[in-house]
């Protein structure tokens, strides 16, 4: 989907530039430059976030489904097999790769894909349960409650993002085709100033801050910053 986006993005640069300044060498070198970073750069971030909000997502339900089938059925070993079967292929074969029968072994080496602070938490808990016993669904509230908080924030934040990048691009879709459209607003004009050096390089600074602000706005929708995740 990135690459697609990248790909349109880079051509309707393109078309812009070559259609402001008729300089085909600038006008590659911008669609060149904008698919670069739409296939380098910003497929890979979005690529992250999705995988680390997914995983974060697959951690609250594990512990979820966890404590749940420990609270019934009493032991770690039935509630981390209920736990296991709403997850994904790779939470199940990173548990059957580790040679223990030990229950508790795998729910604590789970720490080295579940890298957040709840689930250290939840190790803990995990730990003080198994020692002291208790109500497993009463010590767990506040855990579940500060996952639960993460994952609104989660929410909220897309939300956020989604309305960002729609006004981010109704902005720049109207600058740019402004520019465009000068051309045949005042032909007599564009062609009077389309070869002088100082036109040429200012259309190529518009649309290089274009790449930036597009770049500004990238790391902000792709920073998923929340308390506990490292």
């Given amino acids: 989907m990135i690459i697609l986006i ?9 078309l812009i530039c070559f259609i402001s300044t008729l300089n085909f060498i600038s006008s590659i070198a911008i669609g060149v430059i904008s698919m670069l970073y739409f296939s380098l750069y910003v497929s890979k971030k ?27 059925k009493g032991h770690v070993s039935g509630a981390l097999a209920s736990a296991l079967e709403t997850q994904n292929e790779d939470t199940k074969e990173l548990v059957d790769s580790l040679d223990s029968d030990d229950p508790m072994s795998k729910v604590t080496y789970l ?53 960002t990048i729609v006004e ?13 459209i000068l051309k045949f607003a005042l032909n007599d004009f564009f062609h009077y100033i389309v070869d002088t050096p100082f036109y040429q390089v ?6 290089s801050f274009a790449l930036i602000s597009t770049h500004v706005a990238v790391k902000k929708v792709t920073n998923v910053n929340v308390k506990g995740w490292y």
Avoid: P
């Avoid at 602070?117 to 500060?146: H, P, R, T, V, W």
């Fill in 6 to 14: 990248g790909l349109i993005v880079s051509i309707a640069l393109f």
């Fill in 46 to 72: 979005m690529k992250n976030k999705t995988e680390k909000i997914v995983r974060f997502q697959d951690c609250y339900h594990f512990i979820n489904n966890f404590l749940i089938s420990l609270s019934i």
């Fill in 111 to 163: 720490k080295n894909y579940f890298k957040f602070d709840s689930y250290s938490l939840f190790i803990d808990l995990l730990i003080l349960y198994n020692e002291e016993g208790g109500d497993i669904i009463k010590m767990s509230a506040n855990l579940l409650n500060q996952i639960r908080e993460s994952e609104e924030f989660i929410i909220n934040a897309e939300r956020v993002n989604k309305t």
């Fill in 168 to 180: 981010f691009s109704i902005l720049w879709s109207f600058t740019l085709a402004i520019l465009a």
């Fill in 202 to 207: 200012g259309v190529v600074c518009i649309l």
